[in-house]
């Protein structure tokens, strides 16, 4: 199957600070991505969502960014708070196919 | 406004037990899955469903059948339980097939086979 990578499996930040989550795909063909956030004990929510004819999108204090050169997806979270505390994945979706290959996800703590 | 509800939340299976994890939707979606989340490795699809009256083998379909019993239900069962079986499922559903923002997950069914 993809392999959806993450840089890092654990990420901790101060809470205020901004937090950066990054994202390896391996599938150029894939023209569509989104960032999911999981509490703990729930399922994925959507965050945001980016297509392959994209380069930057911004939501609010989350912004996705996609360079296809390198096949890299991050995921910048403004001015951190205790609330987003979680574990985030990417997701991608090839042009071809019925369905997404989710990453193995990062764990962001915020520490107050 | 419930989303996507999945019964049970937690169940204990003897190896070879067979059981139905059930989920139904109330957002009028047409698409449904099945997705199964081990420690160390994304979600992997089992079985979806573009639409009602439709089903399709996902990633790791072997040891699971599914019945999309209506547009609102979308069911799956384990036959004859394994230990390689003990997972969180999460069954989601979606406005239209490949999902994006329509993507609406359950809140999962931890299960744990002994």
């Known amino acids: 199957g993809e392999s959806v990578g993450l840089h890092l499996p654990t990420l901790s930040v101060q809470e205020g600070d ?10 150029s063909a894939s023209d569509y991505f989104i960032w999911y956030k ?3 004990g729930k ?3 959507f965050i945001i969502d980016i297509r392959s004819n ?3 999108r911004q939501g609010q204090r989350v912004t996705v960014l996609l360079n296809k050169t390198v096949k890299h997806l991050s995921l910048q979270i403004a001015a951190t708070q205790p609330g987003d505390s979680a574990v985030y994945f990417c ?6 196919g019925n369905q997404f290959y989710f990453g193995t996800g990062t764990s962001l703590t915020v520490i107050p | 406004n419930a989303g996507v509800t999945q019964t049970p939340k937690f169940q204990v ?10 989920c139904a939707q109330d957002m009028n979606h047409n698409s449904m899955y099945w997705y199964r989340q081990d420690p160390g490795m994304g ?12 089903t399709d083998k996902g990633e790791v379909p072997n040891g699971y059948n599914v019945s999309r019993l209506n547009k ?6 384990l036959e004859s339980a394994a230990p390689s079986q003990t997972s969180v499922y999460f069954c989601a559903s979606s406005t239209i097939l490949q999902g994006g923002k329509g993507y609406t997950f359950g809140s999962g069914t931890r299960l744990t086979v002994v």
């Open chain 1, 18 to 27: 901004n937090s950066i989550i990054n994202c390896a795909y391996s599938n």
């Open chain 1, 38 to 40: 999981q509490e703990s």
């Open chain 1, 43 to 45: 399922g994925p929510q």
């Open chain 1, 54 to 56: 994209m380069d930057k």
């Open chain 1, 91 to 96: 997701a991608e979706r090839l042009n071809t």
């Open chain 2, 13 to 22: 299976l003897k190896t070879g037990q067979s059981m139905t994890l059930q």
């Open chain 2, 43 to 54: 979600l992997r699809l089992i079985y979806y469903s573009a639409s009602e009256g439709t």
């Open chain 2, 72 to 77: 609102r239900e979308f069911s799956l069962r």
